[in-house]
């Protein structure tokens, strides 16, 4: 039996990137794309349709879903975000969710509730519904395989016994900013702050690297993934990228993933899991030529990390808020609204402002992910 992947967001990054996996990877014809979806980028998307040839595509953008329509009229072609989960949760054996933004949250959850295992590169899922996501897929025993590079490397480390897990120990390059003053940081543009030194991803995943507030999404992802109290999840500067993260046996074992910088691996591991075959390679690791070094986070220099900290510890829709006001206060920073100081005050200021739910429903979440994005809008 072919295993059936359908891929949320195959025009972005980690879409194009499992794409390529899956034309490199060994005994190919065991895996079958049948479906792709994108928000609008037509020139990416319709070489990836006549090349992999799925049964089912899916588009946001209307405009663009009218062109589709004429270019490939047999084709069952969606649009719109009510037909999104009816795409998610058709003939597939895997969803992987390479979307940004809260789009993936509801197909996740109804691929869940059909027994479709998730691969999942989109942070907002467990970000802000994570309690919500884990606990359905422990009742209808799914499986949810990290795509990103620090958690699959605790998985791949772990071998799956996270019971026996004591300290997850993240680790982060420190993004472009590491070596410079708070005063460089706050007066520096959105192009430098995209020359990430390791990683080529999207431009908000990119930025989130430079403030350390992506380490502080992995912290809250990596809680719920592993069921690990946040006082156990430390974040490790490592500029190097060469461990992917480790984690601390309850024995006092370490156990590290290595290698060199690639996607290509934690995607190729997410789909084969737990098994592993022979696929896209970089170039061999070699021990002999690197110089690691390690170093504590530096909080008062990049407060988003302890901000992401703290929304985890109060959970509820605090987790929500954070991911929600800093998505809106990124893409303002990106066209030159706000300095990187207006990203933590916008953050700062929509938790300072939320109402705290215990046990919020998915309703609650959305709604707090709603009034979130409109306060970070309207700020000034």
């Given at each position: 039996?072919?295993?059936?992947?359908?891929?949320?967001?195959?025009?972005?990054?980690?879409?194009?990137?499992?794409?390529?996996?899956?034309?490199?990877?060994?005994?190919?014809?065991?895996?079958?794309?049948?479906?792709?979806?994108?928000?609008?980028?037509?020139?990416?998307?319709?070489?990836?349709?006549?090349?992999?040839?799925?049964?089912?595509?899916?588009?946001?953008?209307?405009?663009?879903?009218?062109?589709?329509?004429?270019?490939?009229?047999?084709?069952?072609?969606?649009?719109?975000?009510?037909?999104?989960?009816?795409?998610?949760?058709?003939?597939?054996?895997?969803?992987?969710?390479?979307?940004?933004?809260?789009?993936?949250?509801?197909?996740?959850?109804?691929?869940?509730?059909?027994?479709?295992?998730?691969?999942?590169?989109?942070?907002?899922?467990?970000?802000?519904?994570?309690?919500?996501?884990?606990?359905?897929?422990?009742?209808?025993?799914?499986?949810?395989?990290?795509?990103?590079?620090?958690?699959?490397?605790?998985?791949?480390?772990?071998?799956?016994?996270?019971?026996?897990?004591?300290?997850?120990?993240?680790?982060?390059?420190?993004?472009?900013?590491?070596?410079?003053?708070?005063?460089?940081?706050?007066?520096?543009?959105?192009?430098?702050?995209?020359?990430?030194?390791?990683?080529?991803?999207?431009?908000?995943?990119?930025?989130?690297?430079?403030?350390?507030?992506?380490?502080?999404?992995?912290?809250?992802?990596?809680?719920?993934?592993?069921?690990?109290?946040?006082?156990?999840?430390?974040?490790?500067?490592?500029?190097?990228?060469?461990?992917?993260?480790?984690?601390?046996?309850?024995?006092?074992?370490?156990?590290?993933?290595?290698?060199?910088?690639?996607?290509?691996?934690?995607?190729?591991?997410?789909?084969?899991?737990?098994?592993?075959?022979k696929g896209i390679k970089s170039n061999s690791f070699s021990f002999f030529d690197k110089n690691l070094t390690f170093s504590p986070p530096d909080y008062?220099?990049?407060?988003?990390?302890?901000?992401?900290?703290?929304?985890?510890?109060?959970?509820?829709?605090?987790?929500?808020?954070?991911?929600?006001?800093?998505e809106v206060a990124v893409y303002k920073f990106l066209d030159g609204k706000i300095n990187i100081k207006g990203i933590i005050d916008i953050v700062e200021?929509a938790l300072n402002k939320a109402i705290e739910i215990k046990n919020p429903t998915l309703e609650d979440i959305f709604e707090a992910d709603k009034i979130?994005?409109?306060?970070?809008?309207?700020?000034?």
């Amino acid at each position: 039996m072919k295993k059936r992947i359908t891929i949320l967001g195959s025009t972005g990054s980690i879409g194009t990137q499992t794409l390529e996996v899956l034309e490199n990877i060994e005994n190919k014809e065991d895996f079958t794309v049948v479906g792709l979806c994108c928000n609008s980028n037509l020139e990416k998307f319709i070489p990836q349709i006549k090349k992999f040839n799925p049964k089912k595509v899916h588009i946001n953008d209307f405009e663009a879903y009218k062109k589709l329509k004429k270019e490939f009229p047999k084709l069952e072609i969606s649009t719109g975000v009510d037909d999104l989960i009816e795409f998610s949760t058709n003939n597939t054996d895997i969803l992987l969710t390479a979307t940004t933004g809260t789009i993936a949250l509801k197909p996740t959850l109804a691929a869940i509730n059909k027994n479709i295992d998730i691969a999942l590169a989109n942070k907002e899922t467990l970000v802000m519904a994570g309690d919500i996501v884990m606990k359905n897929a422990k009742e209808k025993g799914v499986k949810i395989l990290p795509v990103d590079s620090e958690h699959s490397a605790i998985l791949q480390s772990s071998g799956g016994d996270f019971h026996l897990i004591d300290n997850i120990l993240i680790t982060a390059s420190g993004g472009p900013f590491l070596n410079k003053t708070t005063k460089e940081i706050e007066q520096a543009k959105a192009i430098d702050a995209l020359k990430h030194p390791n990683w080529n991803m999207g431009k908000k995943i990119t930025i989130d690297s430079s403030t350390l507030m992506n380490k502080g999404l992995e912290v809250i992802e990596a809680h719920h993934l592993f069921n690990i109290p946040y006082n156990k999840i430390k974040v490790v500067i490592h500029p190097e990228s060469i461990i992917h993260s480790a984690i601390e046996m309850v024995d006092g074992s370490v156990i590290a993933q290595i290698g060199n910088p690639s996607m290509h691996i934690p995607i190729q591991y997410a789909l084969t899991y737990p098994n592993r075959k022979k696929g896209i390679k970089s170039n061999s690791f070699s021990f002999f030529d690197k110089n690691l070094t390690f170093s504590p986070p530096d909080y008062e220099k990049f407060p988003c990390l302890k901000i992401a900290y703290e929304a985890g510890l109060k959970g509820g829709i605090y987790p929500a808020v954070l991911n929600a006001a800093n998505e809106v206060a990124v893409y303002k920073f990106l066209d030159g609204k706000i300095n990187i100081k207006g990203i933590i005050d916008i953050v700062e200021k929509a938790l300072n402002k939320a109402i705290e739910i215990k046990n919020p429903t998915l309703e609650d979440i959305f709604e707090a992910d709603k009034i979130a994005r409109e306060f970070a809008k309207n700020y000034n």
